[in-house]
């Protein structure tokens, strides 16, 4: 088993993450290592209801935890402020108290809105999270963003509340379609985009899911040790933090506007990666040539690197105005110098006035 630990000194918060196959299959174990009280709310949706949330809730009983299973509809849809009544009303009837536990057990959807409902829930209730999709064990599970979207933009309301454990499971991975996949292969390519050049080149090693899955416990801790670090150094996304935003502010603008219907997170990142790096190119930011080695990896794992139609390229730019790096006019956009070193360029919206004629550069 890997565990790191993330350790962040201002608030005396520590919590360990958990890498190892099979771990799923003695949750109450680990549970009990981290939380006394008697009753656990979890938090899942449809699908990953059928796949393991029956298992691990025959697992808590048995342990003599009294568990009750809230299921949401799958999908982005689910992550808006109508859920939440819903997840406090359940919350209340089940008699649960800040000496219980909320279990995320889910992708990232799963994981924002738990998260956001247990800081918010009687002021703060504890959670753990079971990232059951390779972003969210790569990414959202890890560094304490909770939230919710807003018709307006993604994530434009939320909190940094961290949770008592990760427990991540590489198996859970083999239930993903291929497009679930490689939705988290977008979070993992920019991680060696803005961090790691040795795994940039690793993975332009691999060609197919098969040999990625070959790799896997790796990937995950390797990932997870980049975010580890960032966030331990920068908790609150002032700084360092925000080059792990690198291809988001364009990848949530995408997300927004078409209503998280037709691109999903990775994809919009994907997208997003690709523009900003042919603008930062233009501009003489990033070195000539990283975006062609960009769409390589990208394309090798079966991610898009453009939208499908190029006039709604100009439609993006109100939601850019929305996002959270926007700040007093200055707009934090995070582009590469190179691959494997990003940084955060101070601009304005002007940046992206060439999306205004539908193109990326």
Avoid at 63 to 87: H, M, R, S, W
Avoid at 117 to 139: E, F, H, K, M, N
């Amino acid at each position: 088993m890997s565990v790191l630990t993330v350790k962040l000194p201002s608030h005396e918060v520590s919590y360990e993450l958990k890498i190892e196959k099979g771990l799923l299959d003695r949750v109450s174990n680990e549970v009990s290592k981290v939380f006394t009280g008697a009753k656990i709310a979890i938090v899942t949706d449809e699908t990953v209801y059928d796949l393991y949330a029956k298992s691990i809730i025959k697992d808590l009983e048995a342990a003599d935890y009294e568990v009750q299973c809230i299921v949401l509809p799958p999908g982005e849809q689910t992550k808006t402020f109508d859920t939440l009544p819903n997840l406090y009303s359940a919350f209340a009837e089940f008699g649960l108290t800040r000496s219980d536990l909320i279990i995320a057990l889910g992708g990232g959807v799963i994981g924002d809105i738990s998260g956001f409902s247990a800081s918010s829930y009687l002021r703060g209730i504890s959670y753990i999270q079971i990232p059951t999709t390779l972003l969210a064990q790569v990414d959202s599970s890890v560094g304490g963003k909770v939230g919710v979207d807003l018709p307006e933009g993604k994530n434009l309301v939320g909190a940094f509340y961290h949770p008592l454990l990760v427990l991540i499971d590489p198996l859970v991975l083999e239930t993903l379609t291929d497009s679930a996949f490689a939705d988290g292969m977008a979070e993992v390519i920019k991680y060696s985009c803005i961090k790691d050049l040795n795994l940039f080149h690793r993975l332009m090693e691999l060609s197919s899911r098969k040999e990625v899955m070959q790799h896997i416990d790796w990937i995950i801790e390797t990932c997870c040790t980049i975010k580890q670090v960032i966030v331990q150094a920068d908790e609150k996304d002032l700084g360092e933090r925000m080059v792990l935003n690198f291809g988001h502010t364009l990848g949530h603008a995408i997300e927004a506007y078409y209503q998280y219907e037709k691109y999903t997170h990775g994809q919009g990142v994907a997208i997003g990666m690709v523009a900003i790096s042919r603008i930062a190119e233009s501009k003489q930011l990033t070195t000539v040539g990283t975006t062609d080695r960009l769409i390589t990896v990208l394309k090798q794992h079966r991610l898009p690197i453009e939208l499908e139609d190029f006039e709604d390229y100009p439609k993006l730019l109100p939601y850019i105005k929305k996002d959270k790096k926007n700040i007093a006019g200055s707009l934090s956009v995070i582009v590469l110098t190179d691959i494997g070193r990003a940084t955060v360029h101070q601009t304005s919206l002007s940046f992206f006035d060439s999306l205004d004629t539908g193109g990326t550069a």
